[in-house]
């Protein structure tokens, strides 16, 4: 989708800079004046990429910071990084947030402009460097950040993905025999009339209706998951999933602790800019995927707002774990909330490690268990026959 620099006047009649993707230039002014706000430029630039690869950022932020580190100027490092970069999206990006530095912009305000690029915990990271006058520190604690919820996540994949792959092979298995092999080996007892066994009979039925209703069964499937993953998508679909999502025996307490870590990281690395609270806790809350998550913090954000306690206000939740409770608890109460929110975060970062080590050696064996019992079930009930046969004629 094209994309434009835009020059936007607000209700308070300030004039801001945006960067805005749309169709054309006649929807981008409604969309502008939907916010009642008033187009006074646009730009088109490029075609706007809406995500960036993480190792592109991460090795785009790590050589930013080299280049500080070593005392370049911001300007003069943004040369460098964008001379070896291939001619792509993100290199345009670089070259636009280049240039609006060097005409004065501050770093943060200039990645602000794409902030459907750059989340907005980057930038406030950012904006909370310039404010110290140590950018390449603060750039340097969220790769920190980047790459512990990198690597979480990447565990959390493998946990998933893993077993995904051996409950689809065991399928293909199970179907193979069920929809050729049974029939085939079963086949001559049934013409000769023999009187077959319960569960062969049973296995017998299932096989001939799964061959008769193959490809129905195969489109009511794709439907099926069609209909679930669009009605997933909206919000009433993904609050309710999400809501009993968090029931689920051990699935539900790894989501917990897991947006646990992630929430109370983030918010450490906000407010160590000196972000107020209240703009802290939303900077932090679109982090959080879970729908039933991001709701409870919208209510500890009001509370917080009309003057109450941020622990009291996690507490009325009832949704984070009781010890992160009582830790935070002590930090606000001590004035050393920031140091308590990283401590909480390395502890329950440290704690869903364990336990996706826990899923990873315990779901081979018992999926193996599982696929054993069934494909045994389905051995036995094409051979019993024979083995009647043979009880008769001894």
Known sequence: MPA???KIAVSGGEVVEKVIQSNSISSLKKAVAQDGDFLVHSKKIFFLQQKIKPKDFYSFNQEFLTLLRAGLPVVIAFDAIIEKQDKTS???V???I???ISQGESVANAFEKYENIFSALYIATLRSGEASGNVPDAIEGYLEYFERSRQIRQKIKAASVYPAILILCSLFVVAFLVIFVVPAITGTFVEAGATLPFFTSLLLGFSAFVKSYFLAIIISMILIIWAVSAYLKTENGRLLFDTYYL????LGEL??????????SSLAIVLAGGTPLTQALQISKGLIKNQFFQNGLKKVMKSVEQGSGF?????????FPGMALRMLSAGEEGGNLEKVLKDVARFYERDVEAKLTIITSTIEP??????GFVIGFIMLAMYMPIFQMAGTIG
């Open 255 to 264: 989501s917990v602790i897991y947006s646990t870590s992630l929430f109370t």
């Open 94 to 96: 670089l070259k636009n």
């Open 247 to 250: 029931k689920l025996p051990f």
């Open 90 to 92: 993100f290199s345009k």
């Open 98 to 100: 280049r240039e609006d």
């Open 311 to 319: 622990t009291q206000a996690l507490k009325e939740l009832d949704m």
């Open 366 to 371: 018992l999926l193996m268990v599982l696929m």
């Open 4 to 6: 434009y620099r835009c």
